[in-house]
């Protein structure tokens, strides 16, 4: 992956499953970041937003995609991006760095379809309970401090990538027993 140029990313710099680095805490970015830090992070929003576009991603065979930690592009930095709609249908974009989840709910949610991955080519059956509600303090692009509150899909997009940065793969969280079965004595539902 070259660095701190503006570049396109394709499938062939995702890293995928069984490669270390996607198993290992990743290390915090300074702050204010680095050119080279503000860059790559544009760069993997740009990504997202191309796996989105139905004619990019057809020339250049992307896989659509929500979220991308730095280690998914071999990078042992503490940062993500984010492209997701809301349940109104509006566009949000996320490029964080050191992100902490603060506060959460009691209640989770999941996806009854299951959650993917880029770093993952195979279908992972199962539920992945996720917290409905999380609060999150970051850096944006600029170093700027920020606390964000989260609900729904952007919940669980964001706790996916944090999880990452972490050396969690969300299908750790799938009950090893019954992939469908959800935890009790917490209140979970689907988000749909």
């Given at each position: 992956?070259s660095k701190?140029?503006?570049i ?11 490669n270390p680095?996607l198993?290992?805490?990743t290390?915090?970015v300074a ?8 860059q790559i992070l544009l760069n993997?929003?740009q990504?997202?937003?191309?796996s989105?576009d139905?004619?990019i ?13 730095a280690n998914q592009?071999?990078l042992n ?8 709609t809301?349940?109104k ?10 992100p902490?989840i603060?506060?959460?709910?009691v ?10 991955c ?8 199962g ?14 692009l600029k170093?700027?401090?920020l ?6 899909y952007?919940s669980?997009?964001v ?5 990452h940065?972490?050396?969690i793969m ?11 079965k ?11």
């Amino acid at each position: 992956m070259s660095k701190g140029r503006k570049i396109m990313i394709t499938m062939k710099d995702i890293v995928r499953e069984g490669n270390p680095i996607l198993r290992k805490v990743t290390n915090d970015v300074a702050v204010p970041p680095s050119e080279e830090d503000q860059q790559i992070l544009l760069n993997m929003l740009q990504f997202l937003k191309n796996s989105q576009d139905p004619e990019i991603a057809k020339r250049y065979k992307l896989r659509p995609g929500v979220g991308l930690s730095a280690n998914q592009i071999g990078l042992n930095k503490r940062m993500f991006a984010a492209y997701l709609t809301d349940d109104k249908g509006r566009y949000h974009e996320y490029t964080l760095i050191n992100p902490k989840i603060i506060s959460h709910s009691v209640n989770m949610i999941y996806l009854p379809q299951g959650e993917g991955c880029l770093s993952v080519d195979r279908q992972v059956p199962g539920f992945v309970p996720r917290y409905e509600r999380i609060k999150v303090s970051a850096y944006d692009l600029k170093g700027t401090k920020l606390e964000i509150k989260l609900k729904g899909y952007a919940s669980i997009v964001v706790q996916h990538e944090i999880d990452h940065l972490n050396g969690i793969m969300f299908y750790d969280h799938i009950n090893k027993e019954d992939p469908f079965k959800l935890p009790e004595n917490i209140p979970v539902e689907s988000l749909y």
